[in-house]
């Protein structure tokens, strides 16, 4: 029924307009994502650069919860600095 007959002109209109307004969101999209990655990288380089300048080692993720001493220091901390 519909394939014999044109397309409205502003239905054409409308697709080309919203084509190019999706296609201008995809390259933001596109530049969000790359300066994401960018300033990941370069914030995984400054804490490097911080380490090696003040000689930390920092040691994430050791707090066992089933070792009873290491939740009461963690306790206390929270309390102190709440």
């Given amino acids: 029924m519909y394939d014999n007959r044109s397309s409205k ?5 409308l697709i080309h307009r919203l084509q190019a307004e999706s296609d201008s969101k ?3 999209l596109k530049k ?3 300066d994401m ?3 990941k990288l370069e914030l995984i380089n400054r804490e490097q650069n ?3 300048v003040f000689g930390s080692k920092p040691v ?9 001493k290491s939740v009461f220091l963690y306790r206390e901390f929270q309390i102190q600095y709440q």
Avoid: H, M
């Avoid at 002109?9 to 209109?13: G, H, S």
């Avoid at 994430?60 to 009873?68: A, R, S, V």
């Fill in 37 to 39: 990655k960018f300033y």
């Fill in 26 to 28: 995809s390259q933001l």
């Fill in 9 to 13: 002109e502003e239905d054409v209109e």
């Fill in 50 to 52: 911080y380490n090696n």
């Fill in 60 to 68: 994430i993720g050791t707090l066992n919860p089933l070792d009873l």
């Fill in 32 to 34: 969000a994502e790359e």
